[in-house]
Every structure is written in structure tokens, then in C-alpha cells.
């Protein structure tokens, strides 16, 4: 006989963004209980600590801006969420920051690419210091924006262009 204790909870996470799974989201939505959990700033501010204060500051600020911009474009199903910056609970210095570049190089940029992936141009009008378009095709319509690699390879980098963000330039 098999038998669930009734002390035991099954949490799960979805993200309303994953619309290609809609028929098994109707299905859980049936069977479970769901309550939306947003973007918790002051959560997302303690896992930063370990940034010292300038770079914490600066990044809460992005991120915001991000938000905001998503927020604007497509809704808040798709924000930016504090479980990103996860992986930084407890840690420090120089891991702290090769981790934070982490975060954005390889999950939140290309995040944003696949949001935008039938307008990137989009991307080039909020994250201009970020995205280029790619010159090297001959049809201008064929252009779409590219990362910076070059100028964003270390957290310095990445640090260097959100200094020159719109949010972050005032």
C-alpha cells in the first residue's frame, strides 16, 4: 500500500513564460494549489552583499531596469526573477563576481535573445551599450543585434556597460 504522509508538500515552480506547455499547465492548475511569488528586491539584495556595496547597488538598479523594460514589452510573466542570483547565497569577492557574470553572460542575455528572437532589434533600443547589429551581412534588413563579446569577457566588463545604461548613466 502506497500512502502520501500528511505532513509532506510538493513544491513545484512554473514560469507563466512557458507557454508551449499550456496543455499540462491547465492540467496542474486542476490538480494543485498556485500562488505567484514576483520579484523579491530584498531577497535579490542580500544575495548581492557579497558584491560590496558600489557593485550591488548598481546591479539592483539593472536589473530593475530590466524588469521594467520587459515589463513594458511583454508583461511581468517575463521578468527578470530573483532566483537567478541564487547561486551567490553565500558567497563572496572574486567567486561572487565571476559568478555574477555568469548569470548574465549565460542565462540572462541569451534569456532576452529568446524573448526578442523575432525583434531583436528591440534589444539594441534598451540595451544599446549590450547589443550591436551585425554589420558583416551584405541586406541591411538581415541585420540582426549581436552581444559585445568583446567588450563583455569578466565582470569588469560586464560592470563597465551597465555603467552606461540609460538607468545607471543618470
Given at each position: 500500500?502506497?500512502l502520501?504522509?500528511?505532513?509532506?508538500y510538493?513544491?513545484g515552480?512554473m514560469?507563466?513564460?512557458?507557454?508551449?506547455i499550456?496543455?499540462?499547465?491547465?492540467a496542474l492548475?486542476?490538480?494543485?494549489?498556485f500562488?505567484?511569488i514576483?520579484?523579491n528586491?530584498?531577497l535579490?539584495?542580500q544575495?548581492l552583499n557579497?558584491?560590496?556595496?558600489e557593485?550591488k547597488?548598481?546591479i539592483?538598479?539593472?536589473v530593475k531596469?530590466?524588469?521594467?523594460e520587459i515589463k513594458?514589452?511583454?508583461?511581468e510573466?517575463y521578468?527578470?526573477?530573483?532566483?537567478?542570483?541564487?547561486?551567490?547565497?553565500?558567497?563572496?569577492?572574486?567567486?561572487?563576481?565571476n559568478?555574477?557574470?555568469?548569470?548574465?553572460?549565460?542565462r540572462?542575455f541569451?534569456?532576452?535573445?529568446?524573448?526578442?528572437?523575432s525583434d531583436?532589434?528591440?534589444?539594441?533600443?534598451?540595451?544599446?551599450e549590450?547589443?550591436?547589429?551585425?554589420?558583416?551581412?551584405?541586406n541591411e534588413n538581415?541585420?540582426?543585434p549581436?552581444i559585445k563579446?568583446?567588450e563583455?569577457?569578466?565582470?569588469n566588463?560586464?560592470?563597465?556597460l551597465?555603467?552606461?545604461?540609460p538607468?545607471?548613466?543618470?
Open positions: 500500500e502506497f502520501v504522509p500528511d505532513n509532506l510538493i513544491i515552480t514560469n507563466d513564460s512557458d507557454r508551449n499550456a496543455l499540462i499547465d491547465v492548475r486542476r490538480r494543485f494549489t500562488f505567484r514576483g520579484f528586491e530584498n535579490l539584495s544575495w557579497g558584491l560590496g556595496d557593485s547597488n548598481k539592483m538598479k539593472f531596469y530590466l524588469n521594467h513594458t514589452r511583454m508583461g510573466d521578468e527578470i526573477g530573483h532566483a537567478f542570483f541564487a547561486p551567490l547565497d553565500g558567497i563572496n569577492g572574486d567567486d561572487a563576481k559568478e555574477v557574470y555568469t548569470i548574465f553572460k549565460y540572462i541569451p534569456l532576452l535573445e529568446e524573448y526578442f528572437h531583436r532589434e528591440i534589444l539594441t533600443e534598451f540595451l544599446k549590450f547589443y550591436e547589429s551585425d554589420s558583416s551581412r551584405k538581415d541585420r540582426i549581436i563579446a568583446k563583455f569577457k569578466d565582470f566588463g560586464l560592470m563597465s551597465i555603467e552606461k545604461t538607468e545607471n548613466g543618470q
